[in-house]
């Protein structure tokens, strides 16, 4: 006789149904690198999550391809905000890449990149431009890295290989004197034009800061001040500048003579091109600034070539030599580090420092 308790008497064993045949999850490929099999570009998403991380089967997750003219597209669509940078970023991207002589993203290399710079750096263009060059595939290598889970573009490989040389200032930059600054302002006879230009010479905004001013951002402050107030300048920042009553009174002239007043909406600037009237956007063009610039310049007889940064560039020395407050001349300019603005005091003459070195205290002998 078992020991063991017997079950009850209605106990049933019940057999349970059996299951239904599961459907075969499809997994993932896994592939090693030596082994990986290159799909048509078109083919392969550039919005998938690559995984670096290493499976408990040994073997690792990764794409078939990152084609690189497409991921650059996504980077600079997707990563990139000011349509300034982007535009620079992108030449600077495909002149890389077209040096590196990649397909595939992932087929760069320390040693590649490094070469890319050697080659960079002999190319004779400024250090300026070359710095400019090399934060771009950084920025470009960073977002690929973290979109992609790709380990090899971390930031030690980046310093290692892709560190910009220091900027310094060869040469002064190309400004104007002050009587080629009154000889620009009198040769541009049509009221847009001299405004355009006493706004370059009088608050040194970048170009695309200039063709992007509504008539709402010309008011007062609570002193009572003329400002221009820059909406989404370099950094996406918003800033105030100060500006002189002249610099005021050719807006309100250009305004006047073109039908508006200060309560009006719309941009600033109006283009003048023939062509004005089939287009939805009336507002001036960086390209139609610059030909003005340029035509301003022979008009004037300036024998120095000049470009619209150079009037920034004259309105911040002039503004350094008149006031000796880096500090607010670097606000007006809208920088974002001071250090940038201190390449200015480069070019005080001699006989400037020679007024600021402070005398010593006499004393009796």
């Not at 045949?21 to 078109?42: E, F, G, N």
């Not at 979109?147 to 971390?154: A, K, L, W």
């Amino acid at each position: 006789m078992s020991h063991g308790r017997l079950p009850p008497d209605d106990f049933k064993v019940v057999e349970p149904f059996p299951e239904a045949p599961r459907k075969p999850r499809q997994i993932p490929q896994l592939v090693t690198p030596s082994a990986v099999i290159h799909r048509d570009p078109d083919m392969v998403p550039i919005t998938r999550v690559i995984s670096t991380t290493t499976p408990t089967a040994g073997a690792q997750i990764i794409p078939e391809a990152i084609p690189v003219l497409r991921v650059i597209a996504s980077f600079l669509s997707g990563g990139i905000d000011s349509t300034d940078t982007r535009r620079a970023y992108r030449r600077h991207l495909h002149d890389a890449f077209a040096l590196l002589d990649v397909d595939d993203v992932r087929d760069l290399t320390g040693e590649r990149l490094a070469g890319y710079r050697a080659q960079l750096l002999a190319d004779g263009r400024g250090a300026a431009t070359h710095a400019q060059a090399l934060a771009a595939v950084r920025a470009f290598l960073r977002w690929v890295g973290g979109t992609f889970h790709i380990r090899q573009f971390d930031s030690e490989v980046l310093r290692a290989t892709l560190w910009a040389p220091r900027v310094t200032v060869i040469k002064p930059y190309l400004v104007l004197t002050e009587s080629e600054t009154a000889r620009m302002i009198a040769v541009a006879a049509d009221r847009r034009d001299r405004a355009i230009v006493m706004t370059l010479l009088g608050a040194g905004p970048r170009v695309s800061e200039l063709t992007g001013l509504d008539v709402r951002d010309l008011h007062q402050d609570a002193d009572g001040g003329d400002i221009l107030h820059i909406r989404a300048g370099k950094g996406a920042k918003d800033r105030m500048i100060p500006i002189h009553e002249e610099v005021t009174r050719a807006i309100h002239a250009y305004l006047s003579c073109s039908g508006r007043t200060t309560n009006d909406p719309g941009p600033l600037f109006l283009a003048q091109d023939r062509g004005r009237h089939l287009r939805a956007q009336t507002r001036v063009g960086a390209r139609a600034v610059r030909d003005l610039i340029y035509l301003l310049h022979d008009r004037a007889e300036i024998a120095k070539p000049i470009s619209p940064h150079s009037l920034r560039h004259t309105f911040a020395i002039r503004a350094l030599r008149f006031s000796g407050n880096i500090l607010a001349v670097s606000k007006m300019l809208g920088h974002a580090n001071v250090a940038t603005t201190q390449v200015y005091l480069n070019h005080l003459g001699l006989g400037e420092l020679r007024r600021a070195t402070p005398h010593l205290p006499e004393v009796e002998d």
